[in-house]
């Protein structure tokens, strides 16, 4: 199994995503009547306020790490040699 970076993020990003995770969370708190599928919005608002706390997104590390073993791996030559 590959080792799973762990990337970091800096305050602007981590205040935006408080923000964001925030207002999901408000936003079903203060409305009214059927909510249907927005129930969920505070379920998806867990992640943004979490790599917000802890500073660290594994998300973007690893598709950082997939993309990286990707264009790694790009230079390879495809053909075999026989014999």
Do not use: C, E
């Not at 762990?6 to 408080?18: D, F, K, Q």
């Not at 079903?28 to 919005?41: E, K, Q």
């Amino acid at each position: 199994m590959d080792n799973m970076d762990m990337s970091r993020i800096s305050l602007i990003h981590r205040v935006n995503r408080a923000i964001i995770g925030l207002a999901l969370i408000t936003y079903i708190h203060f409305s009214s009547g059927f909510l249907g599928p927005l129930a969920f919005l505070p379920l998806l608002a867990i992640y943004p306020l979490l790599t917000a706390t802890l500073g660290v997104d594994p998300a973007a590390g690893w598709v950082r790490s997939r993309l990286a073993n990707a264009t790694a791996g790009s230079g390879k030559s495809q053909t075999r040699t026989i014999g």
